[in-house]
């Protein structure tokens, strides 16, 4: 089944205690992104990536970091987390660049 | 500042009517555009888009017609069915890898 996972599904954590949210598709997708869902902002775009060891800000990039080693795997890693990352997160991957992205099921997280 | 807006927070609509959500943006180098469908504890999916060099694209009960001189877009549902019950988000970007999401609307279509 085609699909983006991600991991943890929810997590609470303190503030400045490094985290690593984990995104893998089986689509062999080149694009990838993170977003993140707050309410009255809708999603906002936090990083992208068009290939491996390619990446590029979106918009809303503070406090966060990705990698991409490998074509399935793009993880955020929040360095230094505090209370205004808590927000649900989501990763997609796409085809080709404009067309449907997919999305995972989303990361609850919350900072303390 | 918000670049794509979805100013109707809520839509109810009967059973068997049109459905029509409405979606702005402000930036006119977006080239792409697209919809998506949330229901809750689930992640969006993908439901229709349209070229920047079209204004209109069907697929189904689901129209998306693009103006582009007013930087305006459109989804239309006919007719609407209690399974359209979602939060819909437009979605605009000026490549394919950049993409601005409103704040979604969302429709209740009783039955």
Redesign the interface.
């Known amino acids: 089944e085609a699909q983006v996972t991600q991991n943890p599904r929810y997590l609470i954590t303190v503030t400045g205690k490094k985290l690593t949210v984990t995104c893998s598709q089986n689509m062999n997708h080149e694009y990838m992104s993170w977003y993140r869902q707050d309410p009255g902002l809708g999603l906002r775009q936090i990083y992208y990536s068009m290939n491996v060891e390619v990446t590029d800000k979106g918009d809303v990039p503070e406090g966060y970091k990705v990698s991409r080693k490998e074509k399935r795997n793009f993880p955020l890693i929040l360095e230094s987390p505090s209370p205004n990352q808590t927000s649900l997160y989501f990763c997609a991957s796409t085809l080709v660049p404009g067309a449907e992205q997919y999305f995972g099921p989303g990361t609850r997280l919350t900072v303390t | 500042d918000?670049q794509?807006k979805?100013n109707s927070p809520s839509l109810s609509v009967q059973e068997g009517r049109i459905s029509i959500l409405n979606c702005d943006y402000t930036n006119s180098m977006f080239?792409?555009f697209?919809w998506?469908k949330k229901y809750p504890?689930?992640?969006?999916?993908?439901l229709i888009?349209i070229s920047s060099i079209k204004d209109k694209n069907e697929d189904g009960r689901f129209t998306v017609f693009l103006n582009k001189s007013a930087k305006h877009l459109s989804l239309h549902i006919v007719p609407s069915q209690p399974g359209d019950s979602a939060v819909y988000?437009c979605?605009a970007?000026p490549?394919?890898?950049?993409?601005?999401?409103?704040?979604?609307t969302s429709l209740t279509v009783i039955p």
């Open positions: 918000q794509v979805q080239d792409y697209l998506y504890a689930e992640g969006p999916t993908f888009s988000f979605a970007g490549t394919g890898n950049q993409f601005y999401f409103g704040t979604g």
